[in-house]
């Protein structure tokens, strides 16, 4: 949609890409203002108020992404302090805040109560009595929602599935009840909601389904016990296609969802999409700096490293890497396109038809959710700048990193030691 060929150039928007490059250099995530706005609002078009959707902010934190959504109505998922105080910097309002994570601090429960935070999605009983005494220490009360584990496969990488038994997350269902009978009795907590997330890249509708069957089972028992649960939090996980797969479809989903909480009556539905909103809107740009040709492999070298892009040397995920300037009738060698950080893991695409030399610019598609997010230092690598476009005007969103910066803070020992 967003990133297509004028002749042989690749364009973001009305931008080529080769410009971009040029200008700010690469390693480079260059998005589109366009395809994010369009992520969302058809998304927003399957959702109507007051039902709330709140983007998981770690999918793509910049601020320029946040403030964008922020002023299409967006609500946030956040998962830690940090990223709470990102929001406020792009504009979002703590309100519209959902505070998610297994190991919240009780400095970041603190700050989060001090901003107003909408809901905490409470992972634990432990941290239930934690919330409960920064609570009563700063003499408020704090919005609680239980995250669930319904124990359903998603059938996704197991280092991205959530909702199984065996995974770290949410409390078991066979829990809730008592928890949250524990969280009622509990002066300075307003127990209001229930949540789930079952994992991320979910391609199938069906494992959506069930684990909503079993929270609507759930809140039923919970308002038989009396305790008035006004909303259902069923998390992000909605998956894109990056190779062939067939694009996942949520609008049944979403219907479905909207009826049975209308036959609940009085229940507030929330999702926290990440990738979904802005996975396709990005790419990383990367310059060849070497063809290596060998007898049993062929490697292309570029300028970009796992400490960029970490999908494919941590879950193996492929991301299509295509030429931001394709050269007509070229032979196609099969390549294996490769960083410089010094890791047999090192790797953006295993056997890949491509023709390209020194200099030529390369773009790895769909690189726009937990792409810069997750990038690092490593090998002591300035991490990447980041664009916006916007038609034919772009914005650089984040300066490359300068290289003293990354050894600012460092301390040599004192002379005596
Ligand atoms: N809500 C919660 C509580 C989550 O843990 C996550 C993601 C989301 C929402 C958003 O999920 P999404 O809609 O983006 O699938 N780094 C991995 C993905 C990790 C997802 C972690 N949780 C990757 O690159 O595939």
């Not at 999409?273 to 070497?290: A, D, F, H, L, W």
Request: charged content about 20%.
């Amino acid at each position: 949609m967003s990133f297509t060929y004028q002749g042989n150039q690749l364009f973001a928007e009305d931008c080529a890409i080769a410009d971009l490059a040029k200008q700010y250099g690469t390693p480079l995530f260059v998005y589109s203002k366009a395809a994010i706005i369009e992520n969302w609002q058809q998304f927003a078009a399957h959702w109507p108020a007051p039902h709330k959707l709140c983007y998981a902010v770690k999918a793509n934190s910049n601020i320029a992404v946040l403030n964008v959504l922020a002023r299409l109505g967006a609500g946030f998922d956040i998962v830690s302090g940090g990223e709470l105080a990102r929001v406020l910097a792009a504009g979002g309002k703590a309100k519209d805040v959902v505070f998610s994570g297994v190991g919240k601090s009780r400095e970041e429960i603190a700050y989060a109560l001090e901003q107003g935070i909408g809901c905490f999605n409470v992972e634990s009983a432990a941290e239930l009595e934690r919330i409960q005494a920064v609570a009563a220490e700063q003499g408020c009360v704090a919005p609680i929602s239980l995250r669930v584990n319904p124990d359903v496969d998603a059938q996704t990488h197991p280092y991205i599935a959530t909702g199984l038994k065996a995974n770290k997350f949410g409390i078991a269902m066979s829990d809730a009840r008592e928890v949250f009978r524990r969280g009622a009795q509990l002066p300075n907590l307003d127990m209001r909601g229930v949540d789930c997330h079952i994992g991320s890249q979910i391609l199938s509708a069906q494992p959506f389904m069930d684990a909503s069957e079993r929270m609507f089972a759930l809140i039923r028992d919970l308002r038989a016990e009396g305790i008035q649960i006004t909303h259902l939090d069923m998390g992000g996980g909605f998956g894109i296609p990056y190779q062939h797969e067939a694009k996942l479809d949520v609008s049944g989903y979403l219907q479905s969802l909207q009826e049975r909480a209308k036959e609940m009556g009085d229940l507030t539905l929330m999702l926290e999409p990440g990738r979904s909103i802005v996975g396709n809107t990005g790419v990383m740009v990367t310059k060849v700096e070497y063809y290596k040709p060998g007898s049993e492999k062929n490697f292309l070298l570029v300028d970009a490293g796992m400490n960029d892009l970490l999908r494919p040397s941590l879950y193996n995920a492929y991301h299509d890497i295509v030429a931001v300037q394709r050269h007509e009738g070229l032979d196609e060698p099969l390549v294996d396109v490769v960083g410089p950080v010094c890791e047999t893991g090192d790797f953006f695409g295993h056997a890949r038809h491509l023709a390209a030399e020194e200099g030529d610019l390369l773009a790895v598609m769909n690189a726009g959710a937990y792409g810069f997010t997750m990038a690092s230092n490593y090998n002591t690598r300035p991490r990447a700048a980041e664009v916006m476009v916007h038609g034919a005007s772009a914005t650089l969103i984040r300066e490359r990193e300068p290289l003293e910066s990354l050894w600012q803070g460092e301390h040599l020992l004192g002379e005596d030691a």
